[in-house]
Nanobody, 126 residues
Framework: QVQLVESGGGLVQTGGSLRLSCAAS????????TGWFRQAPGKEREFVAA??????????YYTDSVKGRFTMSRDNAKNTVYLQMSSLKPEDTAVYYC?????????????????WGQGTQVTVSS
């Protein structure tokens, strides 16, 4: 069992930056693929970024709309993953969720994740 707690959301102006954190407890996060998803008002939840692989060799994946602006990383000592978001746009406004899943495949698919955090709100004003 893995418990995930997100933090770091807030209100920021267009072009600003935020760093989201997802702290895990219960199991070592590097044993799982970990992803960030987001859900905007009136829209379905969508994939944002994921990190897979071991402590020594990890891989990151991003949806096209955030490539070059968002960076996902993992701190194995703190059992925490981060999502550094820069050049934020109003369309990035959403509740951001952290998730963890047992297999390294299916990193872009919600159904392949077993554990979810409660979400953190990110609002980008124009």
């Amino acid at each position: 069992q893995v418990q995930l707690v997100e933090s770091g959301g807030g209100l920021v102006q267009t072009g600003g930056s935020l760093r989201l954190s997802c702290a895990a407890s219960g199991r070592t996060l590097s044993m799982y693929k970990t992803g960030w998803f987001r859900q905007a008002p009136g829209k379905e939840r969508e994939f944002v970024a994921a990190i897979t692989g071991t402590v020594w060799n990890s891989f990151t994946y991003y949806t096209d709309s955030v490539k070059g602006r968002f960076t996902m990383s993992r701190d194995n000592a703190k059992n925490t993953v981060y999502l550094q978001m820069s050049s934020l746009k109003p369309e990035d406004t959403a509740v951001y969720y952290c998730a963890a899943g047992g297999a390294s495949t299916g990193w872009g698919t919600q159904g392949r994740y077993d554990y979810w955090g409660q979400g953190t709100q990110v609002t980008v004003s124009s």
